[in-house]
């Protein structure tokens, strides 16, 4: 079972960039898929990017395709998000989640398909 612990969030200005980490306990992450996903006050938790086994898949939402980019360091057990020309509609909670099972097994990019999850960080962007 992995544990995860999210740090990194604040507050920025539009424009900015901030790089979020998530540092996992247990034996599993390596093989895990892990994701980022968002949650706004008043709104459902959306999916924003997810990275494969051995970094060789990487999914993101259309909303932050070439400014977010996901990455994993298995060596220090923590998945990364790099986040650059922070939106004000970018301001949320920012989670970290993770599931076993290969990458092609998932069937939809939603916060039912991952089991673990961290407990957030706050990302707020000021126009």
């Known amino acids: 079972q992995v544990q995860l612990v999210e740090s990194g969030g604040g507050l920025v200005q539009a424009g900015d960039s901030l790089r979020l980490s998530c540092a996992a306990s247990?034996?599993?992450?390596?093989?895990?898929?892990m994701g980022w996903f968002r949650q706004a006050p008043g709104k459902e938790r959306e999916f924003v990017a997810a990275?494969?086994?051995?970094?060789?898949?990487?999914a993101y939402v259309e909303s932050v395709e070439g400014r977010f980019t996901i990455s994993r360091d298995d060596a220090k057990n923590t998945v990364y998000l790099q986040m650059n020309s922070l939106k004000p509609e970018d301001t949320a909670v920012y989670y970290c989640?993770?599931?076993?099972?290969?990458?092609?097994?998932?069937?939809?990019?939603?916060?039912?398909?991952?089991?673990?999850w961290g407990q957030g960080t706050q990302v707020t962007v000021s126009s």
């Open positions: 990275v494969g086994k051995n970094s060789i898949n990487t």
């Open positions: 247990g034996r599993t992450f390596s093989s895990s898929v």
């Open positions: 989640a993770a599931r076993g099972g290969t990458w092609y097994s998932i069937s939809a990019w939603n916060s039912a398909n991952f089991a673990t």
